[in-house]
């Protein structure tokens, strides 16, 4: 008995579109040729896409005249399948086909089309098939992470390749820079599509290292490379389950490292300890001095 603002449908009002609101359609099918005397069809699927419960109506038509409508309701990812059948137009040639899809939250769908109404010895007009595009064949490439590595020394870091490959072969892969000892890896594997190798790298001296790791497709003869950056910290000694010795290992290993970061420290320090002991030597000397001068002074 109220009145429904924005219109009604199948007995239910609909409300005012809103963000929760949203049916579409996911499929419709229908016979592109029909004989007069055939018996075509329609046939579709609706989905509620939206956030909220709603009764979806669907209406097929033909030539503007119904020839078939569907309600269900619907909660939200639900969807609805129905299919049609009516009688053709008696008239041959083209004809239109139109799904109209309403819901009480207030979203709607459509769809359009064109058929053909043939009489008899008349050829049957077929859809042309959908064909798919070819998958593209995979190229062979390769990628290599990361490329700069912050690690202290006789520490272990990976290094991740990632190998494609467009056929079954196998790859020979090189690491170069560094002892060799520094790298333990397969120096080759076989990848039919793709695959990852790790490399693991144990550096044993401090600095900056530039390493090459090289790669071989040995069936395409392609090859690929990039360089990884070391740097390399003076390694820290674990505290020892909060032992003293591990505590002062560590104190140390952090002076060495301020150390090398702050070279000018070392120049304070030295220079200190050379004023130091000059004046630990002049105050000596003039100790000896003063005392034989007086020996001089009581033998006479």
Known sequence: DRECLNGCSVGHCIDEPGTGCSVRIKTFDYLASV??????????????????DTVVTA????????????????APGDSMEKTFYY???????????????????????????????????????????????????RQTGFDIYPTVIDMASCNSKVIALDIESSMNQSFTIRVEGGDSEWFEYPSKV??????????????????????????????????????????????????????????????????????????????????????AILGIGHRHLKTEYEDIWHDIGRKR
Not at 64 to 69: E, I, K, T
Not at 209 to 229: G, K, P
């Open 35 to 52: 004989m007069q005397d055939g018996n075509p069809y329609a046939s579709f699927i609706v989905e509620n896409d939206g956030d909220d």
């Open 59 to 74: 209406t097929l038509r033909v030539d503007n005249a119904v020839r078939g409508s569907y309600s269900n309701t619907l």
């Open 87 to 137: 009688s053709p137009p008696s008239e041959t040639g083209w004809h239109d086909i139109f799904l109209n899809v309403t819901s009480s939250c207030g979203d709607k769908d459509n769809a359009r089309a064109a058929f053909r109404v043939m009489g008899s010895g008349e050829p049957v007009v077929r859809p042309p098939a959908v064909v798919e595009p070819p998958e593209e064949p």
């Open 190 to 275: 076989v990848v039919a599509e793709e695959d990852s190798v790790y490399i693991y790298v144990t550096p044993t001296e401090t600095g900056k290292h530039d390493i090459t790791v090289s790669v071989v497709a040995d069936t395409e003869d392609i090859y690929f490379s990039d360089v990884v950056s070391l740097y390399v910290s003076p390694a820290a000694y674990e505290e020892a389950e909060g032992t003293f010795l591990g505590y002062m290992m560590n104190r140390v290993a952090d002076a060495f490292e301020f150390m090398q970061e702050n070279y000018w420290v070392i120049f304070v320090i030295i220079l200190i300890a050379l004023l």
